[in-house]
């Protein structure tokens, strides 16, 4: 079985550039959550998809940041314009439904300069 | 909102021996406790989940809930290196996202 794939794996970028991260979620699955996880803060939900309806979009990461579900299968996370303070792991978690085992993809580690 | 703590926040335990972590939540009406399991470079991935009061154990793993002491905690039995990971607490209710904990870094010393 094919697992949450996410890309890229790392990403640099300047301050001030737009990035787009992407992912793949397990086949079948309704939810999709994007998270961003650094050492001070953990991890913190950025946005939630149910069926490819944006459940929930993070309070105080609604301003520079978009997640978007194209289709079932495919989600992007774009940040626009990006600060140094963005530099963390973004990951993706999927699931059957809410109450279900979230399956993680690996993480984009991204560092902004 | 539901507040997820974790304790401690670091462990180090020899090769062998047992490890315990803590987790603490405030929502009474909890009903789903998971806990998930990070290796260094990875994601996390679902450890295993307890619905009931009481232990349930897989393996060298343990799991044991407490509702009314909004508790719930992880116990590994004969600690191998590779159970070296940051260990995450996660709690929901039906309708709710789940909610994950601090997190309590585990390194067993070969």
């Known amino acids: 079985d094919a697992g949450v794939t996410q890309t890229p794996r790392h990403e640099v970028a300047e301050k001030g550039q737009t990035i787009i991260l992407k992912c793949e979620p397990v086949?079948?699955?309704?939810?999709l959550f994007w998270y961003r996880q650094t050492k001070i803060q953990g991890l913190e939900l950025l946005s939630y998809?149910?069926?490819?309806?944006?459940?929930?979009d993070g309070g105080a990461f609604k301003d520079r940041f978009k997640a978007e579900m194209l289709n079932s299968s495919f989600s992007t996370l774009k940040i626009q314009p990006t600060e140094p303070k963005d530099s963390a792991v973004y990951l993706c978690?999927?699931?059957?439904?809410?109450?279900?085992?979230?399956?993680f993809g690996p993480g984009t580690r991204l560092l902004v300069l | 909102q539901q507040k997820v703590q974790q304790s401690p926040e670091s462990l180090i335990v020899p090769e062998g021996g047992m490890a315990s972590l803590n987790c603490t939540f405030s929502?009474?009406?909890?009903?789903y406790f998971w806990w998930y399991r990070q290796h260094s470079g990875e994601g996390p991935k679902a450890l295993m989940?307890?619905?009931?009061?009481g232990d349930k154990k897989e393996g060298r793993f343990t799991a044991h809930l407490n509702k009314a002491s909004l508790y719930v905690s992880l116990h590994i039995k004969d600690s191998q290196p590779s159970d070296s990971a940051l260990y995450f607490c996660?709690?929901?209710?039906?309708?709710?996202?789940?909610?994950f904990g601090t997190g309590t870094s585990l390194l067993v010393d070969p």
């Open positions: 978690a999927s699931s059957l439904w809410d109450q279900d085992t979230q399956y």
């Open positions: 086949s079948g699955h309704n939810d």
């Open positions: 998809f149910r069926s490819k309806s944006l459940m929930e």
């Open positions: 929502d009474r009406n909890s009903q």
């Open positions: 989940s307890i619905f009931s009061n």
């Open positions: 996660a709690v929901s209710r039906m309708g709710y996202k789940l909610t």
